[in-house]
Each structure stands twice: as structure tokens, then as C-alpha cells.
């Protein structure tokens, strides 16, 4: 059963920006996010970190109550040994989707020209 579905995208230009500024990066994204995506401040990289931004928006959406009180920094986006891309949860992130119910995290991810979607849905 479906618990939660959240949508989001994000425009690859401004995480180029963000690429140039390593504190915003450390205050939005997972250090094990940084170290696998990198920070060279290439397109495919800012694509990447789009990508992963609209999957931790998405996943407040899926929530039903958005990312109030939880540090992006608590949800890490990071891909499995085949490419699927995967979210693990830390601290309040974790427990805002334990009181879901949900049992299980589906997440879909895609950049194209300007811009990065993602989609998260909640299964209990």
C-alpha cells in the first residue's frame, strides 16, 4: 500500500552554483554524498546534486508534512552497486518516516538539459 508520493525538480544551474560554495554543500547534502558525487563543479556532478536535492524535497512530499525540523543533511541519496539510486535516512528524517508506517522507499531519479526530477513514494 501506498503511504506517501512527493514529486520535485530542481534546475541544474543552481547547484552549479552551490558546487562553488562547500559549506552550503555540507549543509544540504550528506558528507558520503559529496565524496561519491564529487566536487569538481562539472555539469554531470551539479546534474547529480540536483537530482539528489529534488529527492530530499520529494521526500518531504511523500512524508505529508515536508522537511520541518529535519536537516537535509539526514537524508542520503547513494546508488547501489547496479546504479539504482537508494535514500537512507538518519536522525529525524528516519523517524518522521517510521510515524508513516512505511516499510519501504521507492525513488526515481533523471536530469535533462536544465533540469533534475525526482520521485519518491512510501510503501508500508
Same mark, same amino acid.
Given at each position: $500500500? ?12 543552481? $547547484? /552549479? ?5 562547500? +559549506? +552550503?554543500?555540507?549543509?544540504?547534502? #550528506?558528507?558520503? @554524498?559529496? &565524496?561519491?558525487? *564529487? ?5 554531470? @556532478? ?10 530530499? @524535497? ?13 536537516s +537535509? /543533511?539526514?537524508?542520503q ?5 547496479? *546504479?539504482?539510486? $537508494?535514500?537512507n !535516512?538518519?536522525?529525524?528524517? /528516519? ?5 508513516? *508506517?512505511?516499510?519501504?522507499? #521507492?525513488?526515481? +531519479?533523471? #536530469?535533462?538539459?536544465?533540469?533534475? !526530477?525526482?520521485?519518491?513514494?512510501? &510503501?508500508?
Amino acid at each position: $500500500m501506498i503511504v506517501g508520493m512527493g514529486i520535485d525538480i530542481v534546475r541544474i544551474d543552481r $547547484m /552549479k552554483k552551490w558546487t562553488l560554495r562547500p +559549506l +552550503l554543500m555540507e549543509r544540504y547534502f #550528506h558528507k558520503k @554524498e559529496i &565524496e561519491n558525487v *564529487g566536487s569538481k563543479n562539472t555539469p554531470v @556532478e551539479a546534474a547529480r546534486f540536483a537530482a539528489r536535492f529534488a529527492a530530499k @524535497e520529494a521526500f518531504g512530499k511523500a512524508l505529508g508534512t515536508g522537511l520541518m525540523g529535519i536537516s +537535509l /543533511k539526514e537524508i542520503q541519496i547513494e546508488n547501489n552497486i547496479n *546504479g539504482k539510486p $537508494m535514500i537512507n !535516512l538518519f536522525g529525524k528524517a /528516519k523517524d518522521a518516516f517510521e510515524k508513516t *508506517g512505511g516499510t519501504k522507499i #521507492h525513488i526515481s +531519479l533523471t #536530469h535533462e538539459m536544465d533540469n533534475a !526530477l525526482a520521485v519518491v513514494i512510501i &510503501e508500508k
